[in-house]
């Protein structure tokens, strides 16, 4: 009786509601001209044309790329309606975005119209879209590392227009910034980052924000690796001078011992090692070490930026950056400086002579120069090691003898390298391997200022380390060791710069290097005892201290080579201190010029005159090399 009953029931129902036919009603215009406008990183407001008439409301559909080809809507809203805003989408991501118009009678309603295909743009896209309208980025974007785990980010407010600073995020490793990782007020110009991750690299992104997202400036960025605090080089003092900067850091804690490590610089941009790169002297952790950058490697007049760094297994640690610059170089020192006759020496050498006075002190110097390209600039060296001969004796003993000065410094052997004829001449020891024991009894790894010219006669300066027997590497900056500071390792081809490429034919080594470059290299700072510029570690009471009687050896800009002497220590002329030496020879248009042995050995030979300097008596010291000029 149940389902009998149950079977009526539903025949009554079917039957009340089957009416007479009437004429198909036509289905509603469906909307079109379907446009998107993103509004921000996760929202896209759509908007149509109303075509229909007498809907009842339209229906909002959402397709992803990975949904089906019908998907439910995701909203219905009222008659009439032209627009509708999608929210919390996710950037970079494509979506279709559907409307259709709604009728009381299903059959009736529109087709659903796709706008397909809109991915909703990231951070950069936006940034990067073309828009006259943009407001001005924010500029000198700076991140500093606080802490272990913490950045702090610095900015330049270049527009008025901002409703506030939105602030980005992301590892190097992800290829661009996914969403906003906070916001700012306007006029807001810092903030920080923080729980990051020690060792990772970040890129850090501002952009100023507009009341359209689509006026929003591009974004400024910056990189920053985070370190580990106590991995992080400390600069705890800097020194600078016209001669070099002095640089004074530690290193709580290093991967290793002696990891490769030294002082970095750029003139635009953060320092780093693909820059100005120069190697430091042995480091140790938790010990301040001083490191000296000669000027020979930085420009005069230019702003840098300079860090420390330190490896840290695979990769370069850095301390925070700063400006340094150079200071102004000396003034050159310049005399009325008359040509003397010496017949038998012209025409291919001159000399001058000056009695002007230095500084309100009498002076009395000499200059002999020639064009290396009329007449030979030799070395002259005893064939007996040990033997030592007047610059008389060597000059006589040579027909050719145009002019002759002595040579390097010497003790029971010749210091430094003497090239003759392509070759080494002098016996093998130590103070010619780059090694000197310093004032304070300790043995410092060094270079060694050399000046020669090569088999065509074209003069060089350098610096010359030499490792070991036979090997030789020249560099054009010196290694800058220090006394009683942390030492250097051994020259190699590589180290402390990398080597150039000169085969001198004559070549004297001695020091130190006055002008390189056009630039004075030595000056009278001191670091605790010692003279910051005493690279080659010599005894510095005979070449730092005092003002005797002075030789030097020097290349003009053109490629001539002049050959200097001033007495000292007499009543007529009471000789220059290393700081006036280079002066003067910058004064003669030495674009470089080292200082030879000096003191007693000072003495200058022409060629029908002999010895043409004053000396207290009427011999000269016997030395043990001499440099001048040759008949071709």
């Known amino acids: 009786m149940k389902y009998i009953s149950l079977f009526v029931a539903l025949a009554a129902a079917i039957a009340c509601t089957e009416k007479p036919e009437s004429p198909a009603a036509s289905a509603l215009a469906d909307p079109s001209g379907l446009k998107s406008e993103q509004t921000d990183l996760t929202t896209v407001r759509l908007v149509w044309t109303d075509n229909a008439d007498g809907e009842r409301g339209y229906r909002i559909f959402l397709r992803g790329e990975t949904d089906p080809s019908t998907v439910p809507p995701v909203a219905e809203i009222e008659a009439g309606a032209t627009s509708f805003i999608f929210e919390g989408l996710t950037n970079g991501s494509i979506y279709d975005f559907g409307v259709q118009a709604l009728s009381d009678d299903i059959s009736r309603h529109s087709q659903i119209v796709y706008l397909k295909d809109c991915k909703v743009l990231t951070p950069n896209e936006l940034a990067e879209q073309e828009n006259s309208s943009r407001i001005e980025a924010p500029s000198e974007l700076e991140a500093v590392q606080e802490g272990n785990r913490a950045v702090k980010l610095t900015w330049k407010d270049n527009t008025s227009e901002e409703t506030g600073y939105n602030l980005y995020l992301r590892k190097a490793s992800e290829a661009e910034f996914a969403e906003i990782a906070a916001t700012v007020q306007a006029d807001v110009c810092e903030y920080s980052f923080k729980g990051l991750t020690a060792g990772e690299e970040y890129i850090f992104g501002v952009q100023a924000g507009a009341s359209s997202v689509l006026n929003n400036s591009s974004i400024a960025t910056c990189v920053l690796r985070l370190t580990d605090i106590e991995k992080r080089p400390e600069v705890t003092d800097v020194r600078t001078d016209y001669a070099c900067l002095a640089v004074s850091y530690k290193v709580q804690k290093l991967s290793g011992a002696n990891p490769e490590h030294g002082v970095c610089f750029s003139a635009s941009g953060s320092p780093d090692v693909n820059g100005i790169k120069v190697p430091g002297p042995n480091i140790s952790a938790g010990k301040e070490i001083l490191q000296v950058i000669p000027n020979s490697l930085l420009e005069d007049g230019v702003e840098y930026q300079m860090s420390v760094y330190v490896r840290n297994g695979y990769e370069f640690v850095y301390s925070t950056p700063q400006s340094v610059a150079l200071e102004s170089q000396p003034d050159a020192l310049t005399f009325d400086w008359k040509e003397e006759s010496y017949p038998e020496a012209a025409p291919g050498v001159k000399i001058f002579r000056t009695e002007s006075p230095l500084k309100d002190r009498p002076f009395n110097a000499w200059y002999a120069v020639a064009d290396p390209a009329e007449v030979d600039f030799r070395v002259m060296y005893p064939e007996a090691v040990k033997a030592k001969k007047t610059v008389t004796e060597q000059a006589e003993s040579d027909g050719d003898c145009l002019a002759l000065i002595n040579g390097a410094i010497f003790g029971n052997y010749n210091i430094g390298v003497i ?60 290694m800058p060791t220090v006394v009683g500071q942390a030492k250097y390792g051994k020259a190699s081809a590589d180290f402390p710069y990398p080597a150039v490429s000169w085969e001198p034919y004559y070549a004297i080594s001695c020091g130190p290097m006055l002008v390189y470059d056009g630039k004075i290299m030595v000056n009278h700072q001191k670091v605790g005892d010692y003279f910051m510029t005493n690279y080659e570690c010599w005894s510095e009471t005979g070449i730092y201290y005092g003002n005797p009687d002075r030789t030097a050896v020097g290349i003009t800009e053109d490629g001539k080579i002049i050959l200097f002497i001033c007495d000292g220590r007499i009543d007529a002329s009471k000789g220059a201190y290393l700081t006036e030496l280079a002066q003067i020879m910058k004064g003669l248009g030495c674009k470089y010029a080292m200082n030879l042995d000096g003191g007693g050995s000072t003495g200058m030979w022409v060629k029908g005159a002999g010895m043409i300097n004053h000396l207290d008596g009427s011999s000269w010291r016997a030395v043990k090399s001499t440099l001048g000029f040759f008949k071709k």
């Open 419 to 478: 090239i003759t004829e392509g070759r080494m001449t002098q016996e093998w020891h130590g103070e010619i391997e780059g090694c000197y024991w310093g004032s304070d009894s300790q043995l410092y790894q060094i270079t060694r200022p050399i000046i020669g010219v090569d088999a065509e006669g074209k003069p060089g300066a350098y610096w010359v380390g030499v490792p070991a027997q036979n090997q030789f590497h020249y560099y054009t900056s010196p």
